[in-house]
């Protein structure tokens, strides 16, 4: 158990931030519930986990902290008290009042009464809001983030309403120093030159090469039909089993599931933990926040990889985070030593 799922046995109470309009669809994410399948339990959390830990490192809280994560179309809050939040993701924010720009991989200390406006996603789909300490609600199953199609996490299991009122956790200093994410705030669009990584799926040999074939050299769109749970991918149909259909298996997210129409569906964070439509590839985990980007309408590719490759790329990913973050906490540090030289 991290120190995020740590349940606090006096919970703060004192609300820091209030929601004035929750955009499209805003909920409470953080660390998801892994290793729950078993029982039944999607994985859950934040669609882009690359961006929380952004918004996360900003304010120096725990990689994953409880966010407000937004889909689409921005929020507008406001501060209760005074506070720094940051924000991550592709959703610029702006300071309603004074119009000042808050980009993604920023913070922004907020007056008691002032409001923050995120905008809509800008290449991408989601946005992620982080304030000192983390988003304080209730630890289940060992995670905050919000189970929506279950209904428990998070706040009472729901998406945020207009009127919902949220606290730090307890102890949090609501004001820390302004920060600037020293690398990208969202990981790399997805485009026909940028592909998702794919390793064969576990069925791939039953679909026949001309599944992965097809879908590796297939254009596609990211269809309207889409959420959490998963995206359909809108292009020329798969070949399918004969059966359509397969016994009950464990899925993971970014499985390309082939039902019997053809038309492939990437598994997302909220995937149910087990399916039955034979699965053809699995994005690799190093792409997965890029996954959890893409918007309705956006376009798709895919390109094979071994599992060296998927390594190597996982390993990069995590020195670059890890370089930026370092780079970071030197900067804190001596904007630290300046702020001291100075009193």
């Not at 409880?66 to 592709?90: D, F, Q, S, Y």
């Not at 926040?289 to 390993?315: E, I, K, S």
Request: glycine share 14%; net charge negative; proline share 10%.
């Amino acid at each position: 158990m991290t120190p995020d799922e740590t349940p606090e046995e006096t919970p703060q109470r004192v609300p820091v931030l209030e929601v004035l309009d929750p955009g499209l669809l805003l909920a409470v994410q953080a660390r998801g519930r892994p290793g729950l399948a078993t029982e039944g339990v999607t994985p859950g959390g934040a669609a882009d986990g690359w961006s929380m830990a952004v918004a996360n490192a900003l304010l120096g809280n725990d990689l994953g902290a409880a966010v407000l994560e937004a889909t689409l179309l921005g929020p507008t809050v406001r501060a209760l008290a005074p506070v720094t939040v940051a924000i991550a993701g592709t959703m610029p924010g702006r300071v309603v009042g004074t119009g000042q720009p808050v980009p993604p991989g920023s913070s922004v200390t907020l007056a008691a009464g002032e409001d923050l406006a995120l905008e809509a996603a800008v290449d991408g789909a989601r946005g992620y809001l982080a304030i000192p300490g983390g988003i304080d609600v209730p630890v289940v199953l060992g995670s905050r983030s919000t189970a929506l199609g279950a209904a428990f996490g998070g706040l009472e299991g729901r998406a945020l309403r207009a009127g919902d009122r949220l606290g730090a956790r307890p102890a949090a200093t609501l004001v820390v120093p302004g920060a600037h994410w020293p690398g990208p705030p969202s990981p790399p669009r997805v485009t026909t030159t940028s592909p998702l990584r794919v390793l064969a799926g576990p069925h791939a040999a039953e679909l026949g090469p001309d599944a992965l074939r097809a879908l590796v050299d297939g254009a596609w769109t990211v269809s309207p039909a889409g959420d959490r749970v998963g995206l359909r991918l809108a292009g020329r149909p798969l070949p399918g089993l004969a059966t359509g259909e397969l016994a009950s298996h464990g899925v993971v997210t970014g499985a390309v599931q082939v039902p019997p129409d053809g038309m492939p569906i990437v598994l997302l964070v909220d995937h149910q933990p087990t399916g039955g439509y034979p699965v053809v590839a699995v994005v690799i985990t190093a792409d997965l926040p890029r996954l959890g980007q893409l918007a309705p309408g956006a376009p798709v590719a895919f390109r094979l990889v071994t599992t060296v490759d998927a390594r190597a790329a996982l390993a990069r990913t995590d020195a670059a985070f890890a370089d930026a973050h370092a780079h970071l906490r030197e900067a804190a540090g001596w904007d630290e030593l300046w702020r001291g030289a100075g009193s």
